[in-house]
């Protein structure tokens, strides 16, 4: 009888356990796919924000230790770039994002894309385009950016 039971148990969790597996990796598919999705509008958002000259929007984005390193190689804190914004330096008219492609690796993600502005950074012309690459960590529930490079696209 006990090894009746024995058996009887050892088929039954033999038999929940591919179900239990094929459940959680449907789980984080599901919740990669709305991260990427989340990251993909997040990045819009920002882009626009930027635009806009919407400080607010771009400090919730950004996380406290935010740093970007432009075109030209400078690194940039969130303070110097909020600075910039606000003192209007930065002039974006018009900006098109494409190629976005966003990897997730549980609470970091890494997205990059192509994007093409229009504007001024003080007295000189930034437009053309660039490849982004964006270093995302989800803390506290959220996605905040932590690190942003850019390189411009040479035209030839």
């Known amino acids: 009888m006990k090894r009746y039971f024995f058996l009887t148990a050892m ?3 033999a038999s929940v356990l591919p179900v239990s597996s094929q459940t959680n990796q449907q789980n984080l598919a599901n919740a990669s796919a709305q991260s990427r999705q989340t990251l993909e509008t997040l990045e819009k958002e920002w882009a ?3 635009k806009r000259r919407d400080v607010e929007a771009i400090e919730r984005i950004q996380s406290a230790d935010f740093t970007f390193t432009d075109p030209a190689g400078q690194v940039w804190t969130k303070t110097r770039e909020i600075e910039t914004i606000k003192a209007g330096d930065l002039q974006i008219n ?3 994002m494409s190629e976005v492609n966003v990897r997730v690796y549980q609470n970091t993600a890494v997205v990059t ?3 093409v ?3 001024r950074f003080r ?3 930034i437009s053309g385009p660039q490849r982004m690459t ?3 960590v989800k803390r ?3 996605w905040q950016c932590v690190a942003s490079q850019a390189t411009r696209i040479l035209q030839r």
């Open 117 to 119: 502005w229009q504007g």
């Open 48 to 50: 626009d924000a930027v």
């Open 11 to 13: 088929i039954l969790t």
């Open 134 to 136: 964006d270093v995302f």
């Open 94 to 96: 018009s900006f098109d």
């Open 113 to 115: 894309f192509r994007i």
């Open 123 to 125: 007295n000189t012309d």
């Open 140 to 142: 506290d529930g959220r």
